[in-house]
């Protein structure tokens, strides 16, 4: 049997073992409705199984690029919000039982009567019931105010940053970094317009873009090359590419077909009016003064590719102040720090924060933080710096959590 034949009868079985139990609440807080809203309530219940089946057995069988990047964002997040709610829910029925175990084993071995047994008969709490269905809808309620309201609430975080060797030149420039796009998963155009308006109110000198420019092939970008080319600064636009550019996460038909989707997210980049640092750096002078902007291509520690070479970004270097763009946060330790010292501020992206998480004050938590030490905001290690952007985008859930897409505005001062 073929892997991915055993891989949809298992997520079918899982589906449906999940879709059953949880359907014991449905039946045990709808008995008492009338006929015709019982029978309605419980076929309406059954309606996303049948969605999730169907599907699961496309995606094994069909060709799921045959539909857009951003309608395989939808179906993915609504099968995950779906079955991840009842999975939370479910707790609730196991509970329940776990109660109707213990009551079974006691009446097993009692020799009195079972009205003298404390408690109820053993039936399906009605109270416990209703608490796993309120538990299925809040996570599933939740994930949809995170589409609505969170997947373009942008915002700003400033910092200032002060540089022992930045030239006075330089002193009180302004830096605005961006990450993580992923034009293949954006619904809403006039509010990714109004993000990138936000940009340009606060007049930057400088622009970064940290990578992931699309999902996973460049055509997903071409309905907003007319938005992210009002991108302009003074001192130059500069980007770099991330994990998710090189069409590494799609099948291709032929090397020459992937090869040729590169060419065209460096086209892109290039319409965009982006000025794409492939493993080369950029001087910019100001006043006979000078820093340096280094970018490289994607280098991620684990399975992520290591397409970057610093090595070669990094060669005649010769201004004061370094500032690295490279994508995923893990280069920092990895290789940053141990071997380029004089790097000043290294500019990531990559984790989005998770697109979940909490943010209070100085408290900030996040999924994100067990798989990456550094993955969003500020880190610093004697004087080298490293800013990890949230992102601008998403992507597979087409929303934000706790953690709103953001832009940086970081502020350099002479020390």
Same mark, same amino acid.
Request: aromatic share 14%; hydrophobic share 45%.
């Given at each position: 049997?073929?892997?991915?034949?055993?891989?949809?009868?298992? $997520?079918?079985?899982?589906?449906? =073992?999940?879709?059953?139990?949880?359907?014991?609440?449905?039946?045990?807080?709808?008995?008492?409705?009338?006929?015709?809203?019982?029978? %309605?309530?419980?076929?309406?219940?059954?309606?996303?199984?049948?969605?999730?089946?169907?599907?699961?057995?496309?995606?094994?069988?069909?060709?799921?690029?045959?539909?857009?990047?951003?309608?395989?964002?939808?179906?993915?997040?609504?099968?995950?919000?779906?079955?991840?709610?009842?999975?939370?829910?479910?707790?609730?029925?196991?509970?329940?039982?776990?109660?109707?175990?213990?009551?079974?084993?006691?009446?097993?071995?009692?020799?009195?009567?079972?009205?003298?047994?404390?408690?109820?008969?053993?039936?399906?709490?009605?109270?416990?019931?209703?608490?796993? =269905?309120?538990?299925?809808?809040?996570?599933?309620?939740?994930? %949809?105010?995170?589409?609505?309201?969170?997947?373009?609430?942008?915002?700003?975080?400033?910092?200032?940053?002060?540089?022992?060797? $930045?030239?006075?030149?330089?002193?009180?420039?302004?830096?605005?970094?961006?990450?993580?796009?992923?034009?293949?998963?954006?619904?809403? +155009?006039?509010?990714?317009?109004?993000?990138?308006?936000?940009?340009?109110?606060?007049?930057?000198?400088?622009?970064?873009?940290?990578?992931?420019?699309?999902?996973?092939?460049?055509?997903?970008?071409?309905?907003?090359?007319?938005?992210?080319? +009002?991108?302009?600064?003074?001192?130059?636009?500069?980007?770099?590419?991330?994990?998710?550019?090189?069409?590494?996460?799609?099948?291709?038909?032929?090397?020459?077909?992937?090869?040729?989707?590169?060419?065209?997210?460096?086209?892109?980049?290039?319409?965009?009016?982006?000025?794409?640092?492939?493993?080369?750096?950029?001087?910019?002078? =100001?006043?006979?003064?000078?820093?340096?902007?280094?970018?490289?291509?994607?280098?991620?520690?684990?399975?992520?590719? +290591?397409?970057?070479?610093?090595?070669?970004?990094?060669?005649?270097?010769? %201004?004061?102040? +370094?500032? $690295?763009?490279?994508?995923?946060?893990?280069?920092?330790?990895?290789?940053?720090?141990?071997?380029?010292?004089?790097?000043?501020?290294?500019?990531?992206?990559?984790?989005?924060?998770?697109?979940?998480?909490?943010?209070?004050?100085?408290?900030?938590?996040?999924?994100?933080?067990?798989?990456?030490?550094?993955?969003?905001?500020?880190?610093?290690?004697?004087?080298?710096?490293?800013?990890?952007?949230?992102?601008?985008?998403?992507?597979?859930?087409?929303?934000?959590?706790?953690?709103?897409?953001?832009?940086?505005?970081?502020?350099?001062?002479?020390?």
């Amino acid at each position: 049997m073929q892997p991915r034949l055993i891989t949809l009868v298992v $997520l079918l079985i899982v589906f449906l =073992l999940v879709d059953y139990y949880l359907f014991q609440a449905v039946v045990q807080t709808s008995r008492n409705l009338a006929a015709t809203w019982r029978i %309605a309530w419980r076929v309406t219940y059954w309606l996303p199984t049948v969605f999730a089946v169907a599907v699961l057995v496309y995606w094994t069988f069909g060709d799921p690029y045959a539909i857009s990047g951003t309608m395989r964002n939808w179906v993915a997040s609504i099968l995950v919000a779906v079955y991840l709610s009842k999975f939370i829910g479910i707790f609730f029925l196991i509970l329940d039982d776990i109660g109707r175990f213990f009551r079974w084993v006691v009446k097993f071995f009692y020799k009195g009567t079972s009205e003298s047994l404390p408690g109820e008969a053993i039936t399906r709490s009605e109270f416990l019931s209703r608490a796993a =269905l309120v538990a299925t809808a809040v996570p599933f309620g939740t994930m %949809a105010y995170g589409i609505i309201s969170g997947a373009h609430d942008y915002r700003i975080k400033r910092l200032t940053l002060q540089l022992p060797h $930045l030239p006075k030149a330089f002193d009180g420039i302004r830096l605005a970094q961006i990450s993580d796009i992923h034009s293949g998963s954006f619904w809403n +155009k006039t509010a990714v317009q109004g993000g990138v308006e936000m940009i340009m109110r606060e007049k930057p000198d400088i622009i970064a873009f940290t990578g992931d420019l699309v999902n996973n092939q460049t055509d997903e970008v071409n309905a907003y090359v007319n938005v992210f080319d +009002k991108l302009k600064a003074p001192l130059g636009v500069f980007s770099i590419t991330g994990n998710h550019d090189y069409g590494d996460y799609r099948s291709w038909n032929t090397r020459e077909e992937k090869r040729q989707n590169f060419a065209d997210l460096v086209e892109a980049h290039r319409l965009l009016g982006y000025d794409l640092l492939m493993n080369e750096h950029r001087t910019i002078t =100001l006043k006979g003064e000078s820093i340096s902007i280094i970018g490289i291509e994607n280098w991620g520690v684990g399975r992520f590719s +290591k397409y970057g070479q610093l090595d070669k970004a990094y060669a005649g270097v010769q %201004a004061p102040v +370094k500032i $690295l763009l490279s994508h995923d946060p893990s280069h920092w330790d990895a290789q940053v720090r141990k071997e380029y010292p004089d790097i000043d501020l290294m500019l990531a992206g990559h984790t989005h924060g998770f697109q979940f998480g909490v943010e209070v004050g100085n408290f900030k938590w996040s999924p994100s933080q067990y798989a990456y030490k550094q993955w969003a905001g500020l880190y610093t290690e004697g004087q080298q710096h490293l800013y990890v952007n949230r992102g601008f985008g998403y992507i597979g859930y087409p929303g934000r959590i706790g953690m709103p897409p953001e832009i940086t505005i970081i502020e350099l001062k002479s020390a």
